[in-house]
């Protein structure tokens, strides 16, 4: 029988996490005026353990505590504010990319380097605009000696205003378009790169994001992650089990905004009774609750695959397949459980008074954070059609502008 539950573990750091979401839910409007988590919550969520790591295997660094522990406290955290999975302190989605495409010294050293509350660290994907001539980035990576020189825009870059290292990704190989990629470490001292303005967001208020520039900024051969013997593979498992993460972030939106509506409707009355005793609010809140319960479970199930496939017990060609579903499953469950929300709350929905309009605007955001619906389908079709992985069909392009912390 297959079983999702949390283990007993599990079930206690549930436990702690729920109660820090608890004052962060109390805090919520503060948190979306001031454009930051709290300095005690932050530093209470690093105390717990969270802010990246959870899944990364103790050989590279990290907690060694796998895929299902992290997208359980990511969903609990994201219950209190949907926000905050993505603005904590510690290496954020860079544990990540350094587990799947560096090496345990390379991923050991920089997880070492950002073990404390007040350190951080981001991935640059994403760019203003896509090449126009060619596949791939417009940053490039060329080489000088032995070192690497980079040169290009990076946006949508969460936590660069606090990051002190980041994973950037840029073309190495011109003519390979996609199948040409590389990523890099590069410290925030380094000479040449630049932080730009904090962007005014949708949502997701608690972090900010921002533009990189690179103007010829150079690296040592170590800096490069070599993505083991396929990168774009390498990459893909990534993105992919960073999407799962952000997909648990939507989940805990999708039940945070079902709590608040059932609340709504069981208090609210007319003509005598609770509005939700009338069939269309009690249909939409039905409905609801199924999309979160599949998604919920789509999820888990996705991580708990990946989970298998690092011991050899599940393929990875299952795991993709059920991500992409999860993915595609909980972003679109979170939009219509933030705008079906707003609706029940009528009028009241669109005042701040209440907080589903920022699950509304939060759920839109989310959509555009790592792998977007489009893409999750995409990858999902061509796993499960047997079709070759082309990373300009699979990866989050420069065109579609993908937001990563």
Avoid at 145 to 160: E, H, P, Q, R, T
Avoid at 168 to 176: G, R
Wanted: charged share 20%.
């Amino acid at each position: 029988m297959i079983d999702f539950e949390p283990t007993e573990e599990q079930a206690l750091m549930v436990t702690a996490v729920s109660q820090l979401a608890s004052k962060l839910r109390e805090r919520i409007r503060q948190t979306e005026r001031d454009h930051g988590l709290p300095a005690e919550l932050r530093l209470a969520a690093f105390e717990m353990g969270l802010g990246g790591g959870v899944a990364v295997p103790e050989s590279h660094g990290g907690a060694g505590l796998g895929l299902v522990t992290a997208v359980l406290l990511d969903e609990t955290l994201a219950v209190g504010d949907p926000a905050a999975p993505f603005a904590l302190g510690g290496p954020g989605a860079l544990a990540g990319a350094l587990h799947e495409l560096g090496t345990p010294a390379q991923a050991s050293e920089w997880l070492g380097k950002l073990s404390s509350a007040d350190r951080c660290g981001a991935v640059a994907w994403s760019e203003p605009r896509a090449h126009a001539t060619r596949a791939g980035f417009c940053t490039t990576a060329t080489r000088s000696g032995d070192d690497w020189v980079l040169s290009g825009v990076k946006a949508f870059v969460l936590n660069a205003d606090r990051a002190d290292a980041f994973v950037v990704f840029a073309q190495v190989d011109e003519a390979a378009g996609w199948a040409g990629i590389g990523a890099f470490i590069v410290e925030r001292a380094a000479t040449g790169l630049t932080v730009g303005e904090r962007k005014v967001t949708l949502g997701l208020d608690a972090v900010g994001a921002f533009d990189l520039k690179l103007d010829g900024v150079k690296v040592g051969p170590a800096a490069r992650l070599a993505g083991g013997e396929d990168f774009c593979r390498s990459a893909l498992r990534f993105f992919v089990k960073e999407a799962l993460k952000v997909s648990a972030r939507a989940v805990g939106l999708s039940q945070a905004a079902f709590d608040a509506s059932l609340e709504y409707v069981t208090n609210r009355r007319a003509f005598g009774k609770p509005i939700g005793h009338f069939q269309a609010v009690a249909f939409t809140l039905a409905d609801r609750a199924m999309d979160l319960e599949a998604a919920r479970h789509m999820v888990r199930r996705s991580a708990s695959l990946w989970d298998a496939a690092a011991t050899g017990a599940a393929s990875e060609r299952d795991a993709l397949l059920a991500s992409a579903q999860a993915v595609s499953m909980s972003l679109e469950g979170a939009m219509r459980a933030g705008d079906d929300a707003v609706q029940l709350h009528g009028g009241a929905g669109f005042m701040r008074d209440y907080p589903v309009e920022k699950y509304m605007r939060d759920a839109k955001q989310l959509g555009l954070c790592s792998m977007t619906k489009e893409q999750a389908d995409q990858l999902g079709a061509a796993v499960a059609l047997g079709v070759a992985l082309d990373p300009a069909v699979v990866l989050p392009t420069p065109d579609l502008q993908a937001v990563f912390t």
